[in-house]
């Protein structure tokens, strides 16, 4: 029997929570949906271990016959130093993932073989070819195939101690093409929906308690706003409760948001990445209509719907005021948790190639290309300035006043609309803010949140 290692990765950011060990960090501890998905593909005759380096480092001593590391560009300089260990004790490695395929050549040099684009399809063919001796370098899925995906196999898992395993997708990729964003091209620029029967499938096969409360990993749940409301139709008797990101356009329909909230929707990620127009222009983000910010967040409110804004520093327009205008957006909107991010130009992307031609990046070591660490040299500001901007306004958005203020806020509406639905809301709430506040606490101390441009 063939053995062959799974590997998922964690990036410096989140590594960096160990040492200190955190109060909360194993909530923040996810499974590798991928890597279940593959299992699933993976016929009986080979025996799969996994290694999660959330949990445990890499046992070079072990003597797979295959190796298999899920790439996100945050976690390859570690899949590289992985892949040349293995490849220089003739084991054979495998990459697959978002780096893999948006930088082919050089994920080469440190694996036998990439994946490009998703497992379904590409990885039966790879483990036929590895069985004959004949592994090709690339394996290129087709797009256009449907999205008929197996259950995923969660019990390779068995034993990890993640408290949440319940990931599902309804979709794959994103029709938006935002410059910053690495799945557009990763998908290229597709948006492809799976049949809703297998959603729902797959939704009853979750594992972890509570089974009624799921993740949507997609990139955008709305994408396709008909399928979403078809989707969103048939969650409705399933009585889940669900998160999931989406874009903020979703506030034009607002159809689409009662469904949403009927359906089990608690909260939502916003991608809003910011309140000057001019950036918005440049990233080509079209869909995001500044003038309608506040109305989308007043249309989830009112349906129940809590926000999680995802707001991203850097852009050449923005200037030191830009900080306070967010956090006055912020306070206004009585938005419940907010992410503050450094632009980050993923290899692979058009963003990626502007900022090296005009010499605006400031390392190449993509393990600080998480988000978390400021690799550019902004146009309008200087690093510390961004770093500081960063800073002031996590702390700020998350002051003890502040944050009990919307905690109490959720509180209340739980008193006046009891159900599991908004207890959970005020948990999460509490939950998130409490989170952020550890992090700050603990991490800013040797300027580690978010990290010090100068560690670079
Ligand atoms: C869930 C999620 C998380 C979870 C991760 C859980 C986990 N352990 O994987 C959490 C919240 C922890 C997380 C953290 C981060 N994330 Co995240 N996350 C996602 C999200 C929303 C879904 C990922 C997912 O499960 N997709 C479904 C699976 C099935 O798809 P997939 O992973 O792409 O795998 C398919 C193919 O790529 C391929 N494949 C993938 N790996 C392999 C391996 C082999 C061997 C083979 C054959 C095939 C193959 O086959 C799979 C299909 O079956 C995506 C957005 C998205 N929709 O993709 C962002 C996303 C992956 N995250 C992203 C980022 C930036 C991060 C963070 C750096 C954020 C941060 N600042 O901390 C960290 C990095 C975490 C790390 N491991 O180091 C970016 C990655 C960009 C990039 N180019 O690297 C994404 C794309 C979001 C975005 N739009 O920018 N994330």
Redesign the pocket.
């Known amino acids: 029997m063939k053995k062959i290692l799974f590997i998922?990765?964690?990036?410096d950011?989140?590594t960096a929570e160990k040492p200190n060990s955190p109060k909360g960090t194993i909530f923040?501890r996810?499974?590798?949906?991928?890597?279940a998905?593959?299992a699933a593909l993976t016929p009986k005759n080979y025996k799969i271990k996994v290694i999660d380096e959330q949990i445990s480092p890499v046992d070079f001593n072990l003597n797979p016959d295959l190796v298999?590391?899920?790439?996100?560009?945050?976690?390859s300089k570690r899949a590289y130093e992985i892949g040349d260990i293995f490849k220089k004790k003739g084991v054979k490695v495998?990459?697959?993932?978002?780096?893999p395929a948006?930088m082919p050549k050089e994920s080469l040099k440190h694996s036998d073989a990439i994946?490009i684009?998703?497992?379904?399809g590409?990885?039966q063919e790879?483990l036929n070819d590895f069985e004959k001796g004949r592994l090709k370098s690339k394996y290129i899925s087709d797009q256009d195939i449907s999205l008929d995906?197996k259950t995923p196999k969660w019990e390779i898992f068995k034993g990890f101690g993640y408290i949440n395993t319940n990931?599902v997708?309804t979709s794959?990729g994103c029709t938006h093409n935002c410059k910053f964003?690495?799945?557009s091209p990763f998908y290229n620029h597709k948006h492809r929906t799976r049949p809703i029967k297998d959603v729902i499938r797959d939704i009853k096969k979750v594992k972890s308690f509570p089974k009624k409360f799921i993740f949507f990993?997609?990139?955008n749940i709305i994408c396709d706003k008909k399928y979403a409301k078809k989707l969103f139709k048939a969650l409705i008797p399933l009585k889940i409760i669900w998160i999931s990101?989406a874009t903020t356009d979703i506030g034009e329909d607002e159809e689409l948001v009662k469904l949403a909230s009927l359906s089990g929707c608690g909260g939502l990620f916003l991608g809003f990445d910011s309140i000057s127009r001019s950036n918005l222009i440049d990233m080509s983000k079209n869909h995001n209509k500044i003038d309608n910010y506040k109305k989308t967040v007043k249309l989830l409110h009112k349906y129940g719907i809590v926000i999680e804004a995802g707001f991203i520093f850097g852009f050449d327009n923005d200037k030191k005021e830009n900080f306070k205008e967010t956090l006055k957006f912020l306070t206004e909107t009585e938005i419940e948790s907010f992410l503050a991010?450094y632009l980050t130009p993923?290899p692979g992307t058009k963003i990626y190639d502007d900022y090296k031609k005009e010499k605006r990046l400031l390392t190449y070591d993509y393990s600080k290309y998480?988000?978390?660490h400021n690799v550019i040299k902004p146009k309008n500001m200087t690093p510390e300035e961004i770093y500081n901007g960063i800073n002031w306004i996590s702390s700020e958005f998350n002051s003890k006043k502040r944050m009990a203020k919307r905690t109490i806020k959720r509180f209340f509406y739980f008193i006046k609309n009891p159900s599991i639905k908004s207890l959970l809301q005020f948990i999460g709430t509490l939950a998130i803010n409490l989170a952020f506040r550890n992090r700050i606490k603990n991490l800013s101390k040797d300027g580690t949140f978010p990290r010090d441009f100068r560690n670079i």
Not at 68 to 75: H, K, L, R
Not at 94 to 99: D, L, M, P
């Open positions: 998922s990765l964690i990036n950011y989140l923040l996810f499974p590798s949906l991928a890597l998905n593959i298999a590391i899920t790439v996100n560009t945050s976690v495998v990459f697959g993932g978002f780096h948006l994946i684009g998703d497992a379904e590409s990885w790879l995906i990931f997708e794959r964003c690495s799945t990993v997609d990139d990101q991010m993923i998480d988000f978390r």
